[in-house]
């Protein structure tokens, strides 16, 4: 037993170390990359496991799926909208089932701190009809992602770990305890990891037999405790994850609490939601996400003589993070007295693109090269270039999901938009650019793709990228670009002149252009220099 | 004891090297503590934000309530403004008078300081000055750290030996000025 200063996410990524981990899967996306960051630190000083950054969250999924499949304890890790392009192994990861434990942790981002929606994990789970945990606090991580892959082996299910940003990012210490071993290789049944539909359909009939056994688990589990206060039958209040903190920060722990039962784990524990709807007449549903508990007891119809409340009813604001103040309005609490502004405008400090940041010169270049073009739509794609949507560049119309833009680019050119631009990173095209370029190379779409090779994956921190440089030249290439509609700039202020005419070039050339600006990333030249 | 602090700054200004003395400090004089900071696209060149809570009992939410934070340490005096809400009315201010211009629309700085005044109890520090004194305009953070001890609910011998710690990697004369720069904090604050 020691205790550690930890991030939530670092918790996770230990409490899997000493699970017996033997590989880890991730694509780097805020609020998740410090799960593999941590994972990364540890395999280097101590080894004994895998721990690998993957190219992408599908890629990555299926990595962690085949290290479960040969029987080895396995974690696949990203943030929340990673959890959308992992989808279709994780769908069918439920259908296989696990062999080795396979753990799943998806990060949320309620609020939207860094993200480009706050979708809900927890609704995944529970379509895949698989067990989520939700922890609330450090200790919970490490011990919820030890049981995590306890839970897995025994259902022989992947498990999912729902955490969010407020949690993922915040530093605590944690007890840890003794680690285990790993286990040794042992084939999955092949039977039950080849979907054929005669091998679904029976391991469907197996997943859908489990519920019940899952939401005798979520029952028994000292993880959703409740506590009846006999002395009061008006208010009752359900908080799972997070919110159950700020539910006990405004009323603390003593006998004037309302009722109160804690969810930490799905399938819900019905029997001891049933006890405490029963106890009280107005049920409080307390969520940093979507309404998911509220939604499932209210149903279509509600709960006869019980008032439920929650976002559904304005309780609680409808979207965005819960906080303590949320929480104490929500309870009817009067706000703590404060200090307050003061009367001062506080000017914004938006994030901002790096002084000496190579996107700057491509967004001045190709600002530049747009006017006189005045057809001209750039779709950009998810990166520290994002930024450029704001001033001073102002320089691109959208940011959807990871390698959007070339795909909406090249749907915008087929219906008449002139010049159609995508903008995409080094990174983000290695992650799920390729594809819609190989097919927009097959067609000759008129449109220009500007890959912008800084030779990191920058926004999260400098992970790996693993298509730069020549390798990203050839690759483009291979892909069947016209080697004359292949260009590369430098961005640079001395360049701005030859940039500007070689975007505007490629703009009007009639057919697929693809235009390489490569510069390393300032941050990670620094930190290479020092 | 039970004490919030809400760390502010812009990314960059190193606010986490503060959390990192004060949260290790805690763990060595066996308190609690929770510390909820910010990453990611939140932080390029942004205004920055930590919540760091200690306590001798269990700390519940990651979050301070708003009016519940007995100090606000700020590297940056426009920073130390924006989080006023969450300050209890007779809680303390300690900030540099340093500005970190990154936006067109500044505020006067003069108007910035005198609205920090206005707190029930504040301490300013010229950091950048003190920084330089002590060898290196990079240890403005720790400047201010050594600018909070006074009012912290830890020992200094405690987080001095942090400090230490945390600039070892970098080598001897990195950890003699961030020392040195804590202390030339602390006394700008005690005078």
Known sequence: ?530 | MKQDIILAGVGGQGILSIAFVIDNAALAEGLQFKQAEVHGMAQRGGAVQSHLRLSDGRIWSDLIPKGAADMILSVEPLEALRYFDYLKPDGIVVTSSTPYKNIPDYPELDKILAAVGKAKRSVIVDSEKLAKEAGTSKAQNIVMLGAASPFLALREATLRSLVETLFKPRGPAMVEANLKAFGLGRAAASV
């Open chain 1, 1 to 530: 037993m020691s205790r550690q200063v930890l991030l939530g996410d670092e918790a996770v990524a230990l409490g899997a170390v000493h699970a017996g981990l033997a590989a880890a899967y991730s694509y780097p996306g805020t609020p998740a990359s410090e799960i593999m960051e941590y994972l990364i630190g540890l395999a280097a000083k101590d080894g004994g496991f895998k721990a690998v950054w993957s190219v992408n969250e599908k890629v990555a999924y299926e990595e962690a799926l085949g290290a479960s499949f040969a029987g080895r304890r396995a974690m696949v890790s990203f943030k929340h909208v990673g959890l959308n392009v992992a989808a279709d192994p994780f769908m069918n990861s439920a259908m296989t089932g696990a062999n080795g434990g396979l753990v799943v942790v998806s990060a949320d981002d309620p609020g939207m701190h860094s993200s480009q929606n706050e979708q809900d994990s927890r609704f995944y789970a529970q379509f895949a009809q698989i067990v989520c945990f939700e922890p609330s606090d450090h200790q919970e991580c490490y011990d919820m992602t030890r049981e995590a892959f306890d839970v897995s082996e025994k259902l022989k299910l992947p498990v999912l770990i729902r955490l969010v940003t407020r949690l993922s990012h915040s530093r605590s210490s944690v007890e840890v305890r003794e680690p285990r071993a790993k286990n040794d290789l042992h084939m999955g049944d092949w039977k039950d990891w080849t979907l054929l539909p005669a091998n679904a359909r029976r391991r469907l009939t197996v997943l859908i037999g489990q519920q019940a056994e899952m939401v005798r688990l979520s029952e028994a589990s000292p993880a959703n405790p409740l506590t009846l206060n006999g002395k009061s039958r008006s208010l009752g209040v359900i908080a799972s994850g997070i919110a159950a903190n700020y539910f006990r920060e405004a009323v603390g722990t003593g006998d004037a609490a309302p009722s109160f039962l804690k969810v930490s784990t799905y399938p819900l524990p019905e029997a001891l939601i049933r006890r405490l709807v029963d106890h009280v007449e107005t049920v409080l549903v307390l969520e940093d996400g979507y309404p998911l508990i509220e939604k499932t007891l209210r149903g279509l119809f509600g709960v006869p003589g019980k008032k439920i409340t929650g976002r559904l009813t304005g309780a609680v604001p409808a979207s965005g993070e819960l906080s303590p103040d949320i929480v104490r309005k929500a309870l009817g609490l009067a706000p703590l007295p404060a200090h307050g502004l003061s009367d001062i405008p506080l000017a914004n400090r938006p994030p901002q693109l790096c002084v000496g940041c190579p996107h700057a010169d491509t967004f001045k270049a190709l600002n530049k090269a747009r006017e006189g073009r005045p057809g001209s739509v750039v779709f950009s794609d998810i990166g520290c270039y994002t930024l450029g949507a704001l001033p001073p560049y102002s320089a691109i119309q959208s940011c959807v999901c990871m390698g959007a833009s070339i795909g909406m680019a090249r749907g915008a050119s087929d219906v008449g938009v002139r010049p159609a631009v995508s903008v995409i990173g080094d990174s983000t095209f290695a992650h799920s650019g390729i594809t819609p370029l190989l097919g927009a190379a097959a067609a000759d779409v008129d449109m220009t793709v500007i890959i912008l090779d800084n030779a990191t994956t920058a926004m999260t921190g400098g992970q790996p990228s693993y298509g730069a440089g020549e390798k990203l030249l050839r690759l483009v290439e291979g892909l069947g670009v016209a080697k004359d509609h292949l260009r590369t700039i430098e961005p640079l202020p001395k360049n701005h002149e030859t940039n500007v005419r070689i975007i505007a070039e490629e703009m009007d050339h009639r057919g697929l252009s693809v235009i390489v600006s490569v510069r390393e990333c300032i941050q990670e030249s620094r930190k290479r220099r020092s």
